[in-house]
């Protein structure tokens, strides 16, 4: 890629990386590797805490540094570094707007709307948040929409704009998410929040138990609870308790491959939207069966005679009869329907269409 403006990859922080903070900054690590030395990444302090970076990576990362991690607070940051970003370049705001940056640098902008969401709604957007983000996306040269049902309605709300609909990648490693060995074990991985569905995986556990205990087929389950957020408390009340079938752990890893080649079973439960989740395809790449709310766009993410979808408001009881059924297959077909699930991830979430897809939006700019 030939540009002679320089690009800024802007990616507001939400107090830990999420699926689509890991997606764009291995999408500028990709952009630095072919020495795209006018690609830079600005990013929180607090992101080095989770990410590596080659020393030559770091030339080209620009930090901001908060106490709190809440919009304002970011903003006023950021803007701290308007004299580091050369006028008339290309700024890239991934999942945020911040006004009078892009304005004071002469920069033209992008926006990248990720959310599951439409933007006219009060339901998951504060009042302030919608204005700012209209604005945005009224002189933004590009509005780049991730989900597919919000690209038509883009398409329709911003008639008079450029939409652009990303392809579907998550910039994954498949020769890093690789099954092994596979055991009795289930991972749960992202944000404890109840709209990631942190709460169903708590309903389940004294059911599982239940009937693991009731059963001789399988002697111990492993549940690898991978994350942090506001329900930590909970988490560690379940964890206190006693069980006789489970293994329950508890950690935050920035290698998630390590548990998610050798499980069986990988839960998905958000109840906005699984598509396409990050932490669901590194599951699919590495052969866990996974279990997915369908929330609408789910069955995008992969076939759903080979996936299992189940209702948002399914029973603990149902989900438990479901995950030990899944435990119970026989090794070969087990191995069959992995295989398949794997090769039709790799299939439709080629790493390399996301880049050429932003190196074109760059250049044109």
Not at 111 to 136: A, C, E, R, T, V
Not at 325 to 341: A, G, H, P, T, V
Request: aromatic letters at 14%.
């Amino acid at each position: 890629m030939k540009n002679e403006k320089n690009i800024y990859i802007l990616i507001q922080f939400s107090g830990e990386p999420s699926g689509a903070e890991k997606r764009f900054i291995n999408i500028w690590k990709k952009f630095n590797s072919k020495n795209n030395k006018s690609i830079f990444l600005m990013t929180h302090k607090k992101t080095l805490d989770y990410f590596s970076f080659s020393s030559i990576e770091k030339e080209n990362i620009l930090l901001f540094d908060t106490k709190k991690t809440n919009y304002i607070s970011q903003y006023i940051a950021v803007f701290k570094l308007l004299n580091k970003i050369e006028k008339k370049s290309v700024i890239h705001f991934v999942n945020t707007y911040y006004p009078f940056l892009s304005l004071f640098s002469r920069s033209s902008f992008v926006i990248s709307w990720l959310q599951p969401f439409n933007p006219i709604s009060l339901k998951n957007l504060k009042l302030y948040h919608m204005i700012l983000f209209f604005i945005g996306f009224i002189f933004s040269k590009y509005i780049d929409v991730l989900n597919p049902k919000n690209y038509k309605n883009f398409k329709k709300f911003f008639f008079f704009k450029r939409i652009l609909n990303t392809p579907t990648s998550n910039n994954i490693d498949k020769k890093l998410f690789i099954p092994d060995t596979k055991d009795n074990s289930l991972v749960f991985l992202g944000r404890f929040e109840m709209d990631k569905g942190i709460d169903k995986l708590i309903e389940i556990i004294p059911y599982l138990e239940n009937k693991l205990n009731n059963q001789n087929k399988i002697d111990v389950v492993n549940i690898f609870i991978i994350g942090k957020g506001k329900e930590q408390e909970k988490i560690n009340e379940l964890i206190n308790q006693k069980y006789k079938s489970l293994k329950i752990t508890n950690l935050y890893s920035n290698k998630p491959h390590i548990f998610l080649n050798k499980a069986k079973v990988f839960l998905s439960l958000q109840k906005s939207s699984n598509y396409p989740s990050r932490s669901l395809v590194e599951a699919m790449y590495s052969g866990c069966l996974p279990i997915i709310t369908d929330t609408g766009d789910s069955k995008l993410v992969g076939d759903d005679k080979k996936l299992f979808f189940v209702e948002k408001n399914i029973k603990p009881d149902d989900l438990s009869d479901l995950i030990i059924k899944i435990f119970n297959l026989n090794r070969e077909d087990y191995k069959e329907l992995s295989e398949k699930i794997r090769d039709d991830a790799i299939s439709k979430f080629d790493n390399d269409n996301q880049f050429e897809y932003f190196s074109n939006i760059y250049l044109k700019n």
